[in-house]
């Protein structure tokens, strides 16, 4: 009889983390996930796999938890001992990291070290292994020029990256000190239909629809001139799953290769809907920009493509339309999101229905 393997991830509620959740569910894994308790509901990505805890055999069940809280870290591996855990919670708002420094070091970088001491602590009295993986960030080379691929070094430019840089490094020192399969993904931007409303990407094409609707009039924006590497969130959970699945850990960077500035992706996505004339629609707020800015961020997966077998298929314009015809459909502009058309490889995300009630 073939073992049903566990997985556990933190984050689980945030676009990674409910797009890993669907994609290890079809992979045929029992799927926990630990969700931060909240007054407000904030579990939107993962309605659609939510089971009622009185359901027998179910295949994903979540539990209350926060990197923060070693305690309950520790208690939840020992109770659910999964085969893999995918860390994939954090404070990730690269601007907000500026105005709660403390509390982002203390999530995303103290947050992996808390992991890693649990995964210690079990390993050694249970005699079980467990695969780690980290969600490490394109964040963590900062100013360094691109493209930027494992050997580049470091020079972070926000509390967030500097934490992540932490998170990167405890991660292999406590592999070669103590033998724990753990691997970093330094993962360039990805975006979704599922991307937080306060991240740029979001901010663009839900505002779209919303002008188009007639609810907004412009959208305020920052540094259109920064340059990023942007891919699609479901293909960039696939490779988290491939690195574990190695013979050996080791860290990857992950990213299509392609740089896009801010204002290309705000021009494309008002191209998309007949709209030229986009100045006019964006304005510019200094509070957005960051003390310190990362210029141009460029992958060179060149690794992940050979080790892995990992190459990207959703181009930046299938990107942009996959989530203007999501925020198109959500205003009930359904015939501007219909005239946006798909490639083969990219497959338009319904709605999201309400946030579950707690059972």
């Not at 676009?15 to 079809?26: H, I, M, R, V």
Request: charged share 25%; aromatic share 12%.
């Amino acid at each position: 009889m073939t073992k049903i393997k566990k997985a556990l991830i933190t984050g689980v509620t945030g676009q990674d983390g409910s797009y890993l959740a669907d994609f290890l569910l079809k992979k045929g894994y029992l799927v926990h996930g630990i969700v931060r308790r909240a007054s407000t509901f904030n579990t939107g990505r993962i309605e659609h796999i939510y089971q009622d805890p009185h359901e027998k055999n179910r295949t994903f069940i979540s539990h209350y938890g926060d990197l923060a809280d070693a305690n309950t870290i520790r208690k939840l591996i020992y109770k659910i001992e999964p085969d893999e855990i995918y860390n994939l919670g954090a404070q990730s708002h690269v601007k907000v990291s500026f105005e709660i420094p403390e509390y982002t070091a203390n999530i995303v970088a103290l947050g992996v070290l808390r992991l890693l001491e649990a995964i210690k602590d079990y390993e050694e009295h249970t005699g079980k292994k467990i695969k780690f993986y980290q969600a490490s960030s394109s964040e963590m080379f900062g100013a360094t020029s691109p493209p930027q691929n494992e050997e580049t070094k470091f020079y972070p430019r926000s509390p967030y990256g500097v934490a992540k840089v932490f998170g990167f490094d405890i991660l292999r020192n406590y592999r070669e000190a103590y033998g724990i399969f753990a691997s970093n993904g330094i993962l360039f931007n990805h975006e979704s239909p599922r991307r937080g409303e306060t991240f740029v990407t979001r901010k663009i094409t839900r505002g779209i629809a919303r002008i188009l609707a007639g609810l907004d009039k412009k959208i305020y924006l920052g540094n259109l001139k920064s340059r990023r590497d942007w891919g699609y969130a479901p293909e960039y959970v696939e490779v988290m799953w491939k690195m574990l699945q190695q013979k050996t850990p080791d860290d990857y960077v992950i990213g299509t290769g392609e740089s896009h500035s801010v204002e290309d992706f705000v021009k494309t996505s008002f191209s998309l809907v007949g709209i030229s004339d986009w100045k006019k629609y964006v304005g510019i707020d200094p509070k957005y920009y960051r003390p310190t800015e990362v210029e141009s961020l460029i992958a060179d997966s060149s690794k992940a493509k050979k080790k892995l077998g990992w190459t990207p298929k959703v181009t930046f314009t299938d990107l942009v339309a996959i989530m203007l015809r999501y925020d198109l459909e959500i205003c009930g502009l359904t015939d501007y999101a219909q005239a946006i058309k798909l490639s083969k490889y990219a497959v338009a995300e319904p709605p999201p229905p309400p946030s579950f009630m707690e059972k």
